[in-house]
């Protein structure tokens, strides 16, 4: 039997909380016996939400913690002031290995500077990236790294590259992740300073599938399992793919009630367009790890609701069966 | 009666040149009698294209050019040794004043690199910008810039919003076009370093009006009217916008014929979508302008058709009748 997954879950973050991420927890332990959780949060709070299901005796606990992060706080200050915090409180469950990963729809910026500092890097990494996966025409890519840390120097990228190709490899299943940098033209000389200083180091790495340049427009295609770039140019890919989504949902709804056949036409289509739409959707898979720190930190999006909370859950048990931190300290051997 | 505007158009340029853009050219001086078109490139070709059409006399003339530049070639060694290519050629009458614009849907390196070479900048401008027009649920916005001039400057993205504004005002009639810079947080002290020290600087600008950072997301919501960026982000953003366009185009596509109530569906809903998509395409635009030059120097899209060539040419006339050149100088003066 493999062993139990233990996930501490931050039940204060997110829109929807506590309600969406206790009853997403409760999906998790009841649909996947691997896992137990603890929730992390005010007390009370939680106690109200879980009354409300039946839980299997011993799968979850509860975690008091008296503070909330809220989104608009500025996250150094927040993490050395709220020490009494879901978040901080949560991420001390990895720090003393009480609880393999944490995950949280809360303060993105809270996460990735608590990662860091409390879970802390696995020695010899760099910077811990925010690491995503997008739906793609072919499945789902890994686009590392969407998080706050800017201005990366080529050798963040490299073990980003790295990294990204050991997740997709060990929990997403492709045998040999193609690897690529996002650039603005295909041929090697052709790029920004950072990117021109990337590109040879990567294709010297032995340990990954470089397959070179991928432009934005071939990001959608699925042309790249992992997808290398800056974070601030990872945030307006990610943010960007939600955005244009919303904005073909938005105006297909327009335009199909605009004259009668089309309405007629609407009420036959709409199943499969819903289907199609939810395909795309960036929060489906639940949520995005923080790769390189000691124990798993997975920070799911903001309007997360039980289902996506319990696929962030379940994301965990690969990570630890997979045992991913010890194949990047690994990496970093060779 | 207001001056006629004289435009020099790359006949060799584009995935279906020559016939799309003579074609283009055609349409271009019939529906708009204050278009005359200087077609640049191989004589015979050209010729007998136009055979095919009725031209009303001395509204198209032809300058011989004998060199095509081809996509893939290295943009300055290009510019430097075809010095009879269609884009060489076609720059220079801009040069000379024999034309007021020129119109390329062929290399954009080389267009960037041929309109700063020949055309020149105006003087006190420091790096000229490619500003596509991209649609948004509220109309379009301008996204500047989307060159190949990477690694710009703050000083560089300042002047990009102010030839935005000005263009914006100008051309697309907007009164007080709403300025932002594309940034990872709508606060100020978010950002990468050119970010953050770009920002104070557009906030002293009295000429603009800027309404400080605008994410991704909010691009495609029309939240602003004249998106600055950096170059290499600015093409990740175009790019993007096509890409994931396809996408969903083609998974509804898919999903339509899915089932056989969803195929009887998509028989009435196909003209809206259609019409849908087709808003949301970057190509409609017809080309992007090459802002801070002597002349106007519009790049189109390497597969557009006869229609958007013929937007590309008849974009020309605002920006001569606007006499945006002269305002671009007037703005280094305050």
Known sequence: MSEIVRVAVDAMGGDDAPAAVVLGAVNAVNNHPEINVTLVGVMDAIEAELAKYKVPA???????????????????????????????????????????????????????????????????????PLAPLIPTLNGVSLLIDCGA???????????????????????????????AIVNIGAEEEKGNALVKETYPLLKECK??????????????????????CEAFVGNVILKLYEGTGQMFLSSLKKGLTSSLLSKLGAALVLPSLKKTLKDFDTKKYGGAPLLGLNGLVVKAHGSSGPAEIENAIVQCISFKQQDISTKISQMLQV
């Open 58 to 128: 011993g799968r979850i606990d509860i975690k008091a913690a008296s503070e909330v992060i809220d989104m608009a706080e500025p996250p150094v200050v927040a993490i050395r002031k709220k020490k009494d915090s879901s978040i901080v409180v949560g991420l001390n469950l990895i720090k003393t290995r009480e609880a393999d990963a944490f995950v949280s729809a809360g303060s993105t910026g809270a996460i990735l500077v608590g990662g860091q500092l409390i879970a802390g890097r696995i020695p010899g990494i760099k910077r811990a």
């Open 149 to 179: 840390n800017v201005d990366a120097r080529s050798e963040h990228l490299v073990q980003f590259a790295r990294m990204g190709s050991i997740y997709m490899q060990n929990i997403m299943n492709k045998k040999r992740p193609r690897v």
């Open 207 to 228: 340990d990954i599938l470089f397959i070179g340049s991928i432009e934005a427009r071939d990001i959608p295609k699925g042309k790249a399992d992992v997808i290398v």
